[in-house]
């Protein structure tokens, strides 16, 4: 259902509000690209920063403008049921297509708890993606535990991003999950396994070379998407020299698409980081 290169879109901002206008212009950047979908509002949305209206706004936007000519999926999770039930009844209102529903994180619920919290989201009637990050809520879920989630037909794929290629070799070969990597830098072995495609923060910064990368692995040229991965590999490490999406945005900004503006507690990158990048992309050749 949802396979390929897929962008975890930034949030522009503008004087703290939302820039509508770069947005917009991001979105068409990645649907002229041909990227294979549009995830807004996750982490590299700065989804914790984003109030509801902002959010609708920005689904409604992307619905829009892409619906039709790539998937468009809303990031909804939150680590409240009741919120992310309402904020996926409204992504299926606008009309997207799926929902990225990160584990809930800080009050680390029991597998009862989290079956629950999934069965009632699924209740909406959207395809979910899993987003499994233990580095960001905390929760490493278990494999038999995941084998508990797939009676909850709903949830389709597993955006894994453990940064752990034997677990998510394990997910693979037990469950019925499509999976798709969460983490730029195992695109291509995880692919290689078997995975779906990802959900990349590097979409954002070269959409047309990440789809070929990613259409390669697709394809089975697993040798030809090993190159390409290569040529942008110091720009995929120094994405993640600070808390994503600090670095990409700040790509963005030298790139003319939008403002370097995080809304706090995120702040821009700091001069060292800065030059690192700036010395990084001034070697690359970007399509």
């Not at 797939?150 to 949830?155: K, L, S, W």
């Not at 692919?191 to 959900?199: D, L, N, S, W």
């Not at 600090?246 to 060292?272: H, N």
Request: glycine letters at 6%; aromatic letters at 8%; hydrophobic letters at 40%.
């Amino acid at each position: 259902m949802f396979r390929g290169s897929m962008v975890a879109l930034v949030t522009p901002f503008k004087s703290k509000s939302l820039d509508e206008e770069n947005l917009k212009n991001l979105i068409s950047w990645q649907v002229e690209n041909k990227t294979d979908a549009i995830v807004l509002c996750g982490t590299t949305g700065e989804a914790p920063t984003l109030i509801d209206d902002e959010k609708i706004a920005i689904f409604e936007i992307a619905t829009r403008m892409a619906k039709g000519k790539t998937k468009v999926i809303a990031g909804t999770g939150t680590y409240c049921t009741d919120k992310t039930v309402e904020l996926t009844k409204k992504a299926k209102e606008i009309g997207l297509d799926g929902v990225l529903v990160v584990v809930p994180y800080y009050n680390k619920p029991p597998i009862e708890g989290l079956i629950r919290h999934f069965e009632e989201i699924a209740k909406v009637g959207l395809p979910i993606i899993l987003y499994h990050h233990p580095g960001r809520t905390g929760m490493k879920i278990s494999i038999e535990n995941f084998k508990k989630l797939q009676a909850i037909e709903e949830i389709v794929a597993i955006k894994e991003a453990s940064c752990d290629l034997n677990f998510a070799k394990q997910l693979l070969e037990n469950t019925r999950f499509d999976i798709i990597s969460g983490d730029d830098a195992l695109t291509v072995p995880m692919m290689k396994m078997g995975a779906k495609g990802v959900i990349s923060v590097l979409a954002n910064v070269i959409p047309k070379k990440w789809k070929e990368m990613s259409d390669y692995c697709l394809n089975h040229e697993y040798d030809k998407a090993q190159e390409v991965y290569d040529y942008y590999n110091e720009l995929v490490n120094s994405m993640f020299l600070e808390t994503n999406p600090i670095c990409v945005k700040y790509v963005l900004s030298l790139m003319g698409k939008c403002r370097s503006e995080m809304r706090l507690p995120l702040v821009e990158p700091s001069s060292e980081t800065a030059k690192i990048i700036r010395n990084t992309i001034s070697n690359l050749i970007f399509e």
